[in-house]
């Protein structure tokens, strides 16, 4: 694996697909669509710019989003999956049906809020790289993440299978 700056360098070239880049040669992970990779398989050795890595294909995608699933299959029963934001990211306020979730922040500031079904705030908590202690969510709980740094990267994890009805977007958006 490369330096970081030779894996910036091939970012410009591949228009962020670093990750991918980098580790194709090994097979290990694939890109399922633009900016969510896949490990072909559990127990892939991940390189120790990971953040670094994510965040700049964060910076590539119009969504300002990137995501490497741990997990091989979208069918999989657990789901492991690294997230990476930029500003101006947007999340929606959404809930799942079927799945608790559990959030680790690993880099960076955002809040992770939690609204009634009237889509008014019940619960504002901030997720903080540098303590990087679990919140959960609840099943079927309406929740959106809103980042407070320019950067911020978490760990998700929940159940599957990951279905297309898996996440419900609430009807009023701001």
């Known amino acids: 694996m490369g330096s970081l700056a030779e894996l ?15 580790l194709s040669k090994k097979g290990s992970i694939t890109e399922t669509s633009p900016g ?4 072909r398989a559990w127990g892939e050795r991940l390189d120790e710019n990971l953040m670094e890595i994510l965040i700049e294909i ?3 995608q119009s969504n300002h989003k990137a995501r490497l699933c741990l997990h091989p299959d979208p069918d999989e029963k657990l789901q492991v999956t690294y997230l990476a934001f930029t500003k101006p990211y947007s999340d929606k306020i959404h809930k799942h049906p079927n799945r608790p979730e559990v959030v680790v922040p690993l880099y960076g500031l955002a809040f992770h809020s939690i609204f009634n079904s009237k889509g008014e705030l019940i619960k504002k908590q901030l997720l903080d790289g540098t303590r ?6 609840k099943i079927n709980e309406w929740h959106t993440i809103e980042l407070e740094s320019e950067n911020f990267v978490m760990l998700e994890i929940g159940i ?15």
């Open 160 to 174: 599957g299978p990951f279905l297309p009805n898996s996440t419900i977007y609430y009807a009023y958006n701001r």
């Open 58 to 60: 964060a910076k590539s």
């Open 36 to 39: 969510v990779f896949h490990a």
């Open 8 to 22: 910036l360098s091939i970012s410009k070239k591949s228009k962020g697909n670093i990750y991918l880049a980098t």
């Open 132 to 137: 990087t202690v679990a919140i959960s969510t």
